[in-house]
């Protein structure tokens, strides 16, 4: 059913310019759907992406009592190989499948590349305890979970 429903709230985003994050149920019937642009969500997109959800919701008979439409924020998840490519650059966070030299969670900078047959290669840059360099290598597979981890100042904009 959850495989089904993103399926169907990813067909209705086509051409609304914005890209499905997640969709997730919640307790007390609340069915929250993260959106996010290249440009940063903004309230209007928010707006306009519920009110069309929820006439498709109710015409494909989705039950929920209550839609959350919003942004992914600064910490947005990776859930998708696209995007560990498009955030590549960028500091994140992973939690791998299967420990690497005793430890699952690693931060750092992640690089990604893609070749010509489509093949993409994905490693972290990450400093350890002591301060010196290491790089992990990983496949997709291999993360269990990965978002963004921004450093934030006091004011909250990145640095």
Do not use: W
Request: charged share 35%; net charge negative; hydrophobic share 40%.
């Amino acid at each position: 059913m959850a495989a089904e429903l993103i399926a169907l709230t990813q067909e209705a985003l086509v051409g609304m310019d914005v890209e499905l994050v997640d969709v997730e149920r919640a307790p007390g019937g609340l069915l929250r759907v993260t959106i996010d642009r290249p440009e940063g969500v903004r309230i209007e997109d928010c707006e306009r992406v519920s009110k069309h959800l929820s006439r498709v919701f109710e015409v494909e008979d989705i039950d929920y009592l209550r839609l959350e439409v919003g942004s992914p924020g600064v910490d947005r998840p990776l859930k998708r190989p696209e995007d560990f490519l498009r955030f590549a650059g960028e500091r994140v966070e992973i939690r791998l499948r299967q420990a690497v030299d005793n430890r699952k969670v690693f931060t750092g900078v992640l690089q990604a590349s893609q070749d010509e047959s489509g093949s993409a290669a994905y490693s972290l840059k990450y400093e350890t305890q002591s301060g010196e360099l290491q790089v992990l290598g990983f496949t997709f597979d291999d993360v269990e979970r990965a978002k963004l981890d921004p450093i934030l100042d006091f004011k909250g904009k990145k640095r």
